[in-house]
């Protein structure tokens, strides 16, 4: 009897954790950025909530690091369109004429409930559509996501690259970085079709997810053993993309996830941030939506329930 009593109670309690953070389904935002206002240093655009609850008037694109007004000619960041439709935020600068590298963030904080109580007991998922040029040579990369926990906050940038001259590598080069822009232990990917043929997503649009899980207790003794994690499931189109290397296509909770992050000093008020977030000449991007969606981590949880399930029958 008590070998049946114990595993229910642990049930119980997994039910209760994924009905804990209700809150989640409505702390969500959509940006489609078809409302804007301003343009490069001024620029804004509000979300939305088709949940009906509104993460809160705190949430809202604007600059929030400028490193462009006065080096890259104006433009750098207005509204694009989408077949004769303003919908998108564009980003523009190439050298010349600015002749100078520039850079800036356009971005939003999350929902006041998360920076406060932290998304470890909760996915994080951020869906956005893009468009990169061809030619696009990013540094630090067009969007930047940060995932806040209470055991530290988490972080990684997509580099998204096209090599038209590169005879080697002439794909579109894919790199999750991490907080400061290194990308060790992972393994960059070059796109190619089902033939094994390079493969170029450039002047297209794109949908892309980010799916993030926070995990610890993971010590894979090569960064000072350290034992807080989130793993990082990268979508294309719906595609999942898995990396190779060190840290490259982790297994946590029974599933395989793109890449993986520990906490490397991210401060600051955890934000989702768009633009070329490093020193660059060449920028030349667009952003149809980035929409952010927490959610309990009910996969993990339902794993979790099918082991106790599993030994419940023995
Ligand atoms: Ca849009």
């Given at each position: 009897?008590?070998?049946?009593?114990?595993?229910?109670?642990?049930?119980?309690?997994?039910?209760?954790?994924?009905?804990?953070?209700?809150?989640?389904?409505?702390?969500?935002?959509?940006?489609?950025?078809?409302?804007?206002?301003?343009?490069?240093?001024?620029?804004?655009?509000?979300?939305?909530?088709?949940?009906?609850?509104?993460?809160?008037?705190?949430?809202?694109?604007?600059?929030?690091?400028?490193?462009?007004?006065?080096?890259?000619?104006?433009?750098?960041?207005?509204?694009?369109?989408?077949?004769?439709?303003?919908?998108?935020?564009?980003?523009?600068?190439?050298?010349?004429?600015?002749?100078?590298?520039?850079?800036?963030?356009?971005?939003?904080?999350?929902?006041?409930?998360?920076?406060?109580?932290?998304?470890?007991?909760?996915?994080?998922?951020?869906?956005?559509?893009?468009?990169?040029?061809?030619?696009?040579?990013s540094d630090r990369g067009?969007?930047q996501?940060?995932?806040?926990?209470?055991?530290?906050?988490?972080n990684a940038y997509m580099r998204v690259r096209?090599?038209?001259?590169?005879?080697?590598?002439?794909?579109?080069m894919i790199q999750p970085l991490r907080n400061g822009g290194s990308h060790y232990g992972v393994d960059t990917l070059y796109?190619?079709?089902?033939?094994?043929?390079?493969?170029?997503?450039?002047?297209?649009?794109?949908?892309?997810?980010?799916?993030?899980?926070?995990?610890?207790?993971?010590?894979?003794?090569?960064?000072?053993?350290?034992?807080?994690?989130?793993?990082w499931?990268v979508?294309?189109?719906?595609?999942?993309?898995?990396f190779g290397g060190e840290n490259g296509?982790?297994?946590?909770?029974?599933?395989?996830?793109s890449f993986r992050t520990f906490?490397e000093?991210?401060?600051?008020?955890?934000?989702?941030?768009?633009?070329?977030l490093q020193?660059?000449?060449?920028?030349?991007?667009?952003?149809?939506?980035?929409?952010?969606?927490?959610?309990?981590?009910?996969?993990?949880?339902?794993?979790?329930?099918?082991?106790?399930?599993?030994?419940?029958?023995?």
């Open positions: 009897m008590r070998r049946l009593f114990l595993p229910t109670l642990a049930a119980l309690a997994g039910l209760m954790v994924a009905a804990g953070p209700a809150q989640a389904v409505y702390m969500s935002f959509e940006s489609d950025f078809t409302t804007w206002a301003g343009s490069d240093g001024t620029s804004t655009s509000p979300v939305s909530s088709s949940t009906g609850h509104l993460p809160g008037s705190e949430c809202g694109w604007a600059v929030t690091y400028d490193g462009a007004t006065g080096r890259a000619a104006p433009g750098w960041l207005t509204q694009g369109d989408i077949g004769g439709t303003p919908t998108a935020a564009s980003f523009y600068h190439k050298i010349p004429p600015g002749n100078t590298t520039a850079r800036a963030r356009f971005s939003t904080v999350l929902p006041k409930c998360w920076r406060e109580r932290g998304l470890e007991n909760v996915r994080m998922r951020v869906d956005y559509g893009m468009k990169y040029a061809f030619g696009y040579h067009s969007i996501i940060t995932y806040p926990t209470n055991n530290g906050q988490f096209h090599h038209p001259d590169n005879v080697t590598y002439p794909h579109t796109l190619e079709d089902g033939d094994g043929n390079p493969r170029y997503i450039a002047d297209e649009w794109h949908d892309w997810s980010a799916d993030v899980v926070y995990g610890e207790y993971a010590d894979y003794g090569t960064y000072g053993g350290q034992t807080h994690w989130a793993y499931n979508y294309l189109d719906g595609e999942h993309l898995l296509s982790p297994v946590f909770g029974g599933r395989t996830y906490t000093a991210v401060s600051g008020e955890p934000y989702i941030g768009l633009g070329e020193w660059a000449g060449h920028w030349d991007f667009e952003c149809d939506y980035v929409n952010f969606t927490p959610e309990p981590a009910s996969l993990l949880l339902l794993a979790f329930g099918g082991l106790l399930m599993r030994r419940r029958r023995v």
